[in-house]
């Protein structure tokens, strides 16, 4: 019989961190996102301030279910997934065959949650069972573009058009054959190089828009550290593409399971001619097909240069607003509604920016 339970308090990384990691070998939804370091990673550079708390669900001693969260104080209390903000998805980890009992469990626990005036989740991707069980307003949060990977990388360049064909093929042309341009990818010892390089060049495509981009901070500082994490799982996909010695171009990807994930890529704007952007995914998907993935993700962003690829899945992420009958809780779901109409606009200016 399945029952579920709250381990509360920062004591609950130690308590839950080795049936954390079983769970997520036996979750076939599990995401980068969802693992012990991911989340613990999080937690050290974003929990400030903040209270963290696991709905658990076991099945007798073994866990077949889990979401972490946080409680936020404000003006309302708010009770959030833990891993918002960098996470593209923040879904519960479920054990395969446990997804909808699981969730329906984690749900009800959620909506007894004390002092809390307001459940806010985020990034739940709409076909996940969390989304089907959830009660309270739900809004379209992001749209996540998917790739099925054929069996060779032939069969996969003939479903592209034929201008993006042409700009991967350079991948076997002079430059690359000559040594004068190499995508490498990072060995794990030059993660830290790689992560710096990839932040550089992130920062001055942004700054041509006029913005700051995404890494800076406690960000910049979170992913230096979760990519050493990532590394050594063998979980980090992150290349280097040299030309004539030196960097142009950075891509920022993880794999879990069958699916390589594309979380980000930079380039030097200088260079743009030379299409850095379109050869590191060229590279890195021709990689993923190589070593039998099966799945690309591209992730939160529907870009038209991401369409190119040809994605077969348009999958819409899900925000979920629970509010209490109280004031505070009332308060805080208006209030986010309005923030989440702010966010798409901005997301709508942004998205539509080509990755040359």
Same mark, same amino acid.
């Given at each position: 019989?399945?029952? %579920?339970? +709250?381990v509360?308090?920062?004591?609950l990384? =130690?308590?839950l961190r080795?049936?954390?990691?079983s769970l997520?070998e036996?979750?076939?939804s ?7 370091e991911?989340?613990?990673?999080w937690?050290? #550079?974003f929990?400030?301030?903040k209270?963290p708390l /696991? &709905?658990t669900?076991? =099945?007798g001693?073994d866990?077949v279910?889990?979401m972490p ?5 404000g003006f309302?209390r ?5 891993g ?12 395969e065959?446990?997804?909808s009992?699981?969730s329906e469990?984690i749900v009800e /626990? +959620?909506s007894?949650?004390k ?6 989740l #985020?990034q739940?991707r =709409?076909? !996940?069972?969390l989304a089907a069980h959830?009660?309270?307003? +739900?809004i379209?949060q992001a749209?996540?573009l998917?790739?099925?990977?054929? *069996?060779t990388?032939?069969?996969y360049l003939?479903m592209?058009g034929?201008?993006?064909r042409?700009? +991967?093929?350079?991948? *076997?042309?002079?430059?690359?054959k000559?040594?004068?341009a190499q995508i490498?990818p990072s060995t794990? %010892? ?6 710096e &390089?990839?932040?550089d060049?992130h ?7 006029g $913005?700051?981009?995404a890494?800076?901070g ?11 994490? %990532?590394a ?5 996909w ?11 171009g950075?891509?920022y990807?993880?794999? $879990?399971?069958k699916?390589?994930y594309y979380?980000?890529a930079g380039?030097?704007p ?7 952007g ?5 590279h890195? &998907?021709?990689?993923a097909i190589d070593e039998g993935?099966?799945q690309f ?6 870009e038209p240069?991401k ?5 077969q899945h348009?999958?819409k992420n899900l ?10 809780? !009332?308060?805080?779901?208006?209030w986010n509604?309005t923030?989440?109409?702010? =966010? ?7 998205e ?5």
């Open positions: 019989m399945l029952r %579920a339970g +709250v509360n308090g920062p004591a990384f =130690e308590e080795t049936p954390w990691k997520v036996d979750s076939p599990a995401t980068p996102f969802q693992t012990y991911w989340q613990s990673t937690w050290k #550079h929990g400030r301030l209270k /696991a &709905i669900v076991h =099945e001693n866990l279910g889990l969260l946080v409680q936020i104080r309302w708010t009770l959030r997934p833990m918002i903000g960098p996470s593209d998805y923040l879904h519960p980890l479920v054990r065959g446990y997804e009992s699981a469990m /626990a +959620v007894k949650a002092n809390v005036d307001l459940v806010d #985020h739940v =709409e076909t !996940r069972a959830a009660a309270g307003s +739900v379209e749209t996540c998917l790739l099925d990977l054929p *069996d990388y032939d069969q003939s592209l034929k201008s993006l042409y700009d +991967v093929r350079k991948l *076997d042309k002079t430059l690359f000559e040594g004068r490498v794990g %010892a030059d993660t830290d190089r790689c992560l &390089i990839l932040f060049q920062r001055r495509r942004w700054r041509k828009r $913005l700051p981009g890494f800076l406690r960000v910049a500082d979170f992913h230096r550290d979760w990519a050493q994490a %990532a050594r799982n063998g979980w980090l992150l290349s280097v593409l040299n030309l004539d010695g030196n960097a142009v950075a891509i990807g993880m794999t $879990l399971g699916t390589v979380y980000q380039f030097d200088q260079s743009a001619s030379f299409s850095p379109t050869l590191l995914v060229a890195t &998907i021709r990689r993935k099966r993700d591209f992730m939160r962003g529907d240069y369409r190119r690829w040809k994605p348009v999958l925000r979920i607003l629970q509010p209490t009958a109280s004031l505070a809780g !009332r308060l805080g779901s208006s509604h923030g989440s109409r702010v =966010e798409t606009r901005v997301r709508a200016r942004l539509g920016r080509g990755l040359l």
